[in-house]
């Protein structure tokens, strides 16, 4: 086992162990998300420069060379948006070595980022009791675990008081939640759909401009980027984000009446669906800032030590 550590820490940095998963994760829970899903099968229609009616089987029979064009726009729509969030992830990660000079206080710091991100999802009238009851599970958690109490409060402290004070903040400040986040930027796309080179445009657009959404757990997903310290590492765990967004899409384009009728009876989730999302990140908000995030990688390398060569 010797060096084994060693190979954890660099397999964390790459995000070839927990950062994938969570990324993979974050991608198909950004999919199922209130701007999202319910604006796929027209967006499909449109990309492949048809209608739902033709191609979703309404009209009595289903236009299989529309829906030919239809996978394939969505398959270059997907392409675009995976270029750029790769840029993205490549571009953070190159930008990471300051950050990995101050690896603890970094994780930290976006750790709270990110549990603010989760608590936009729940809104802010309750922020600060939402809060409380956070600290109280991870003290439990602690217990749970057996953990050194006071060894691990001595090194979680100031994040966990971060956390505290910035939700008193948020539910005084009479906010519903962060408004930056409710503002969106849509940017259609070139006239002549149906094309590939339109649906690829489209898809950076998407990558770009959807930002209620997609935005908290984009940012989530490019903390780990930067902390990665690898280009590489940046780039393959936002592809793998941009693969679990982007999967449905390319499932729905293949099965689009089945896909609608699903997504129709699926909207009466969506709320609870955006509770889940809130909840995902102010859990792993909580585990960066209290160093559990990294102790799980830990544990799961020296359980399954195969772990450490993936990626």
């Known amino acids: 086992m010797e ?10 940095r790459s995000g070839s162990i927990f950062g994938l998963g969570f990324a993979f994760l974050f991608g198909l829970i950004s999919f199922l998300s209130p701007c999202v899903l ?26 299989r060379s529309a829906a030919r064009r239809v996978f394939l726009a969505a398959v270059f729509f997907v392409l675009g948006l995976a270029t750029v969030f790769v840029l993205l992830g490549m571009g953070m990660a190159g930008a990471g070595g300051f ?17 603010v991100f989760g608590l936009h999802f729940w809104g802010f009238r309750r922020a600060a009791l939402v809060a409380l009851v956070s600290l109280l599970l991870v003290a439990l958690w602690w217990l749970i675990l057996d953990q050194p ?22 539910q005084m400040s009479g906010w519903p939640n962060l408004p930056i ?9 070139p006239s002549g759909t149906g094309s590939i080179g339109a649906s690829f445009l489209i898809g950076m657009a998407f990558a770009f401009g959807w930002t209620p959404c997609l ?27 941009a693969l679990g967004l982007g999967m449905p899409f390319l499932i729905a384009a293949l099965f689009i009446g089945p896909f609608m009728r699903w997504a129709n ?15 995902l990140l102010m859990i792993v908000g909580m585990t960066m800032i209290t160093g559990d995030f990294e102790r799980f990688a830990y544990f799961l390398i020296e359980t399954f030590p195969a772990l450490a060569t993936l990626g």
């Open 99 to 115: 950050f990995l000079s101050w690896k603890a206080q970094f994780a930290m710091a976006s750790g709270v980022l990110i549990y």
């Open 3 to 12: 060096g084994l550590s060693d190979i954890g820490v660099e397999a964390i």
């Open 38 to 63: 319910p604006m796929a099968p027209p967006y499909l229609a449109y990309l492949g420069g048809t209608t739902l009616d033709e191609i979703s089987g309404e009209t009595g029979t289903i236009d």
């Open 265 to 279: 009876g699926f909207r009466r989730h969506l709320g609870r669906v955006e509770k889940a999302m809130g909840a």
């Open 215 to 241: 935005g908290p757990i984009l940012a989530a997903i490019l903390t780990f980027a930067a902390q990665s310290g690898s280009v590489t590492g940046g780039a393959v765990l936002l592809g793998v984000y």
């Open 181 to 189: 986040l409710n503002r969106e930027a849509r940017f259609d796309g």
């Open 149 to 170: 109490f006071a060894e691990t409060l001595e090194f979680a402290w100031p994040g966990l008081l971060a956390v505290l004070v910035i939700a008193i903040a948020l």
